[in-house]
């Protein structure tokens, strides 16, 4: 991204330097900031817990007689609430999203997202847990949603160039929010008095105030062109795209866009001729193209919830204590420090990796990170499991030994961020075709909360009856496979625009991953082989005029 705001040769060459204006910022900034939301919800929903005023009212604290067992239990209830309901929410994102288009969807997830976080927070007066469990429910259908819309979006709105850019802003917000989320609630703890509920009430407003502004601006937001087509505005899509690239609607640009969509369109749907609701589902199933796209979203998935990030994100803290850093205060500070490093590593991703190296590149230097902190900290664990015990202190070498595993979390965190984190949305909002486009990133997300929330209850008994260091030697295992299998499978799509994908899914199956993209090319690319801005105009007015149906 960067490189090519420095670089405006490099940009001169395919993309016109109009189209990185404000208005693209502008939505960048809109959409990616739904990303926050859980970011905050998962910073935030742990920090309540640890105030004391929120543990007395929903009977976490001593006095409610409960056991550690069932304390812990509860807690899991009222965590996981927000997960079950991003699974219901993923789910129908993409009917919402295609039928009302990208931007009233977003304004219909604010809303359920201010509406489920006020139930729970009215909570508050009456310590109802029946009032906690169905505001967390309603809440987590608007955030679930969030990871359908906004990914989609940003993909279909963002100049190619910088795709990727413009969609690892929204995973990138995820860290903003846990820490956001991290220091309201210390704020909170040091300057609000333990006896009032307002402890733990005024910082999950910042709830309320993410969903308010996103959907205040979201008014101000151009809707994605490439939806209007879809829907059959092919007046408004071509005004809002010039609008959007800060092109005339006859530019070379924005015509061999619009061309590239209708054509995409076209072949959509002389692939499907009925029109039935289940139109769009029996397409994705019969496809060969479509069934690799798939194949794509279910094991990039299932190999980055499994390669053991994501269960040190949420145990982190217990690491640390693992790793034999003791004390509240540590664990906290290094969990937010955790939480600086990946926020920074996602950023350093999006501005000067993602499109410049490419998605392939990125990814297998994050799980490389990964793989290599991994594994230490199996060995570490399986050769010394003393370490994280009560009242053992370390010495010499084993100190030295466990510092190091302490720099390593840190790095596995890095490579996360760099890596899976990032890739895991992108490739889903840029593989599908249009007319598939969110019902495919519904099916990828509705199987990622799913899998993390299957994660989330299955890591704790794995640490158990597989110990410390055979967990970490299984994650070490499925990043390793993750590594061969992105070699291997995943397709280099930066710099693609959205409609010559396609192109690549029509490849036999074992070209795809390895060079998919060398081997195809769309009209917008083949106009760049043009010099002249004249030349480039006269190649598409070529295109539209054999081909008249290709036109707006
Ligand atoms: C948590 O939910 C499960 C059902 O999902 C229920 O069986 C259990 O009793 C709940 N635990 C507590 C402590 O509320
Ligand atoms: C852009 O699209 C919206 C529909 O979302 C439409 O109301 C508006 O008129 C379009 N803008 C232009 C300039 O055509």
């Given amino acids: 991204m960067l490189a ?67 304390k812990a239990a509860l807690l899991g209830n009222i965590t996981g609430m927000v997960q079950m309901g991003s699974i219901l929410g993923a789910l129908i994102a993409f009917f919402l999203t295609d039928k009302i288009g990208r931007l009233w969807a977003t304004r219909e997830l604010c809303f359920l997202w201010v509406l489920g976080i006020t139930i729970f927070l009215a909570a508050a007066s009456n310590g109802s847990i029946g009032m906690v469990y169905a505001g967390r429910f309603i809440a987590g259908v608007g955030i679930g949603q969030t990871t359908v819309v906004a990914p989609t979006y940003l993909a279909e709105t963002a100049p190619r160039t910088v795709r990727g850019f413009c969609v690892c802003m929204f995973s990138g917000a995820v860290y903003l929010g846990i820490m956001l989320a991290y220091f309201g609630s210390y704020g909170s703890n040091l300057h609000i008095s333990e006896k009032t509920q307002m402890q733990w009430v005024v910082p999950n407003l910042m709830h309320i105030y993410f ?121 906290l500070f290094a969990t937010a420090i955790f939480g600086v490093v990946k926020f920074v590593s996602a950023m350093l991703c999006a501005f000067f990796l993602i499109d410049w190296l490419g998605r392939k590149r990125s990814l297998m230097i994050g799980i490389t ?64 075709p249009l007319r598939l486009r969110a019902l495919g990133g519904s099916f990828a997300m509705t199987f990622h909360f799913a899998n993390q929330y299957g994660n989330s209850k299955a890591v704790p008994s794995m640490f158990i009856s597989m110990t410390n260091g055979g967990t970490m030697a299984f994650f070490v295992g499925i990043t390793a496979i993750g590594l061969v299998w992105v070699y291997f499978f995943l397709p280099e799509l930066a710099n693609k625009s959205l409609e010559s994908i396609d192109a690549v899914f029509a490849l036999p199956w074992y070209q795809i991953g390895r060079r998919g993209k060398e081997l195809t090319q769309n009209v917008g690319g083949m106009a760049e082989n043009y010099n002249s801005e004249k030349d480039k105009m006269d190649m598409v007015e070529n295109v539209a005029e054999v081909q008249p149906e290709r036109r707006v």
């Fill in 4 to 70: 090519v705001l420095f670089n405006k040769n490099k940009l001169g060459e395919d993309t016109p330097h109009a189209v990185l204006n404000w208005r693209l910022w502008y939505g960048v900034f809109v959409f990616g900031l739904m990303g926050a939301a859980r970011g905050l919800d998962e910073g935030l929903i742990g920090t309540s817990a640890e105030q004391p005023s929120f543990q007395e009212t929903f009977g976490l604290d001593d006095a409610s007689g409960k056991s550690e067992a069932e």
């Fill in 369 to 432: 990170c990964q793989l290599i902190a991994m594994l230490y900290m199996a060995i570490f664990l399986l050769l010394d499991t003393g370490v994280g015990d009560e009242g053992y202190t370390p010495t010499g070498a084993v100190k030295h030994a466990a510092m190091g595993a302490i720099v390593m979390i840190y790095i596995s965190g890095f490579g996360w961020a760099l890596g899976w984190n990032s890739i895991q949305y992108l490739i889903n909002s840029e593989i599908y």
């Fill in 211 to 331: 969903a308010a502004i996103i959907f205040f601006a979201s008014f101000l937001a151009i809707e994605s062109p490439r939806w209007l087509i879809k829907v059959g505005k092919h007046e408004k899509a071509a005004a809002n795209l010039s609008k959007l690239r800060n092109l005339d609607v006859h530019h070379w640009y924005v015509q061999s866009e619009i061309i590239d969509i209708n054509d995409q369109l076209n072949r959509e749907r002389e692939a499907t001729k009925g029109t039935t609701w289940f139109g769009p589902i029996r397409e994705l199933l019969s496809d060969k193209g479509n069934l690799y796209r798939m194949q794509l979203s279910v094991m990039s998935q299932l190999l980055s919830q499994w390669s053991g990030a994501s269960s040190i994100t949420i145990y982190a803290a217990k690491y640390f204590a693992m790793m034999g850093t003791s004390g509240e205060k540590e664990k």
